[in-house]
């Protein structure tokens, strides 16, 4: 019987009589007091008396015995009669929306109870005490309890026992619970979790661990982010966060492959990821109300967003694309951001010019000639460079290039690996006015080899300076010889390479054999020989373009073969396979990209995050995938440096690299010793007996103080960049690292910075305390080395040593080494000059049984050595273990295992290998051959 939403106070007693009614619906009428006559109807199975006034329910409830469903929301009842447990079969119950005090004891008998709603009202009573401030131990005796409400409680914690409920649906809304309770995770079973005004600020790591979750609502909290448990719910379909606190999602937020809706109106977002587009399911998406300017590039693909309605975005700032695209719907934004993608425009092409040469040699005058058509002339315009400046040249014959002039101190070499990549032509310098035959490498060998070793294959011209300065004859015999000489070293070069891939192809057949016969060699080569192999090829292939004749200019008073050089110079770069950049066609995006890059140059800022950097693309309408393209194309024209595959330096993107260049320069500096000594302009707060003791400990230590260095970095800081963020950046180019120790009570010395390209002291007599010069008894020693061929990278021993800082203990260095501790052993390290060779060596000491820390002491550094080399394709190298036999018996040239022995971990069982110096008579342990992982 339904009598819903009428005006009744009251029921005549007759009512009675009905004794056949099994549902009896009463909601929303007036009754004041529990109608008596309902009493009777001793078959009722349903009774809705919800939105009434009823203030007590009589204690002979307990007649309608045959109750299942007993709905009273929305009364004034504060307490139940105690009867109402007698109702075994009731299996709803909801009495929320009334001023109940408490979780009422009855309610533990109610066994068969499947759905239970409680709670006040929002906000009466929650002030008053008229409302539910905790949950009894004994709900947890409902063991068929599916549903749970309790909303508009106080609630802040739960009973332990909580987690045993295997609820489906659970509705704790406007609580005061603020983070979401262990007991909740616990329950694995839910699929609907409403948590909405309560005061949450994150959701807990483990929340994934609601694994059936379909539905989460969590609107009005204080939640900033969400975590990537989150995104583990793989069945959530609809999450609500509106009105809480994000500023943006996570990258991965398309890992909710089955999320259907998405509400995020009314928070702080300023960004969009665009990981959002790869929400294959989502079908509803509100962002309304946020501060969002941009869409992600891809938005437009969104699959099953299609309709107007499903998609809510009013109330943000958009302007890519603008507001009138985004309210005409999914398909004109999809059109639009197709649009951007697809035009192209024609612009002038810039190409990356590297001047290279001795201290001196006239690189910083030939720039000025090149730029200007005149020699520079007051002094200050070529005064040192110090390591590089950048300069843009326009060639007003159609074609700019981004000049990088390098400073021929020794010092600045350590930095170059970070402004060398490829696609630049590159010009070497000569003073021919000084030059002679035994020069010829520190003049010009050097810098091929340089060229070789970091780009192979890179284009090369060759510039005699002071040719104003020379006797027509001389020049041209200075001229020859160079030529002769650097036939020599090409064919010097093209041996290397022509080795290395014997080499290489000895390597192939010995790896290969190892393997099954039947498969093909090349599929079952393991991933390094692979490596090797591909890179000794690409090496002899790659050869450098050397310009065979080289060109005299003079850059004296009266300037000369400066117009025949930018002949030579413009018809070089001409050849598109070699200069993709010539290509005068490029996405509109891409130069919209360099534009706003430019824009960004022109504020207070060094560097920008890979996170500002994706917001910048997204606003031209990249995405990622695509602004990696643009950047790339922007590092090849040389207005851009960034480093993806350095960890350290990984989150930069250096818009303006002579700012990068610029930070280095004030922290490499070939006098350091006298700026520091100007200190007090400087350093204004540093007493002079303590820069003086600051200037000792730098020199002899080549520890200087963070406090100095930032005052050193002070002029380079902006607005935007501190100086501790200048520190940060010198770490992270593995110029430099922290070295603190709390034992010193001075501010200035307790934390220094160690910079490895400073370092010149010999190896320290006193070493034989840690390591001695014979081996002690029962000890072994593993030592692996790597044998780096003919050039060895400048800097790259430096940077290594930085890199390796953080995992070694107790580190003293020298010039050409390191003793230091790692996991409980010693560790020697050593450069070896060894003919044209470095050898890089790893010595560690400890017993047999001990193998396993030694192999952990000294094979993940050589990991981060050969990573570094990584950077060098035209650098050859090999690595090797040393038999530890011939260490102990110090046998001349010990035997080096090669390095395949470092690729094959040991196992249990392995045979001790014979020792081939011994005459295959001795043997080493495997241990000490194979690595031990
Ligand atoms: N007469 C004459 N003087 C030159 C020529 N080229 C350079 N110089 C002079 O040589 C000196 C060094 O020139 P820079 O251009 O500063 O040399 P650099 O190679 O840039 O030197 P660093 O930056 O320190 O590595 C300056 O005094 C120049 O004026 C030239 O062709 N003829
Ligand atoms: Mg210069």
Known sequence: LHLYQNELSSLPERFGLLTTIRVLDLRGNKFAVFPSAILSLTQLKELNISQNKIAVVPDNIEKLWQLTDLLMDHNQLSFLPETLGNLSQLRELRVQGNPLACVPECIKKLKRLQ????????????????????????????????????????LTSLPDTFGTLRLKELDFSFNLFAEIPKQVIEVSTLEKLNLCYNRLTNLPGDVHKLQKLKTMILYGNEIKELPPSALKLSRLVMLNLDHNQLTTLPDDIGKLESLEYLLMSGNNMDFLPEGLCTLKSLFHLNISDNNVEVLPADFGKLPRLKSARHLHTHGNPLVQPPRRICDAGMVAIRSYQEQLQ???????????????????????????????????????????????????????????????????????????QHFLTDGAVNIVTVNMQSYNPSRFYNAVGYWLDLLNARSPGSTVLLVGT????????????????????VEVLQRRQLQEAQAQEERVDILVEKTGKQSKPGIKVKD????????????????????????PKLMPVGLGKNIQGITELKNELMSKVSSIDKFPVMKRLVPQTWSDLQKVLQDERRKPRLWLTWRECVRL?????????????????????????????????????????????????????????????????????????????????????????????????????????????????LEACELCFSVKDDSVQEVLFASCHYFPGYQQASQPADLIDIWSEDLPNHREQLQLGCQIRGFCPPGLLERWSARINRLVQERRDWKDGMVAYRGGVPLLVERVQDGANVEVILSTRGQIKEAFRMWNATLPLLTHLLELLGEWPGALFSTYVTCAHCVKQKLENPYRYPEENLHQPYVVGMTSVRCPRSMYKDSVSAMLVHPQL
């Not at 947890?140 to 549903?147: D, P, W, Y």
């Not at 001795?358 to 090149?370: E, P």
């Not at 104003?468 to 000489?485: F, G, H, N, S, T």
């Not at 079952?524 to 310009?547: C, H, S, T």
Request: overall charge positive; hydrophobic content about 40%; proline content about 4%.
């Open 342 to 416: 697809r035009t192209e425009v024609v612009r002038t092409p810039r190409i990356k010019l590297c001047v290279f040469g001795d201290s001196l040699a006239g690189k910083t005058s030939l720039v000025y000639g090149l730029m200007y058509g005149k020699p520079p002339r007051a002094a200050s315009q070529t005064s040192r460079t110090r390591v590089t400046k950048i300069n843009t040249w326009d060639t007003k014959m159609g074609l700019e290039f981004e000049v990088y002039d390098f400073g021929g101190n020794q010092l600045y070499n350590l930095m170059y």
């Open 617 to 729: 693309g997204q606003r031209v309408g990249l995405n990622i995938e695509k602004l990696r393209l643009a950047l790339d194309h922007l590092q090849l024209t040389g207005t851009l440096l960034r480093f993806p595959h350095v960890p350290s330096l990984s989150d930069y993107v250096f818009h303006h690299p002579g700012k990068l260049a610029g930070v280095i320069r004030e922290a490499l500096t070939p006098n350091m010793e006298s700026v520091l000594k100007e200190g007090k302009i400087r350093f204004p707060d540093v007493r002079w007996n303590d820069l003086t003791d600051a200037i000792s400990v730098f020199r002899d230590m080549n520890l200087l103080s963070s406090k100095l260095l930032e005052g050193l970095l002070k002029p380079c800081s902006s607005e935007i960049h501190d100086e501790k963020a200048l520190v940060s950046l």
């Open 115 to 154: 759905s239970l709603s409680l709670g006040n009202f929002l906000g009466l009573g929650q002030e008053d005490g008229y409302t539910i401030s905790e949950l009894p131990e004994d709900v947890a005796k409902l063991n068929l309890l599916t549903i749970m409400t309790v909303r508009g409680g106080i």
């Open 524 to 547: 079952i080569l393991p991933e390094w020989v692979r490596e090797r192999r591909d890179k000794a090829k690409a090496l002899l292939e790659n050869r450098l373009e050397i310009f």
């Open 466 to 485: 002071h040719a104003d300065k020379c006797k027509p004859e001389k020049l041209r015999d200075r001229c020859e010889d160079v030529q002769a000489q």
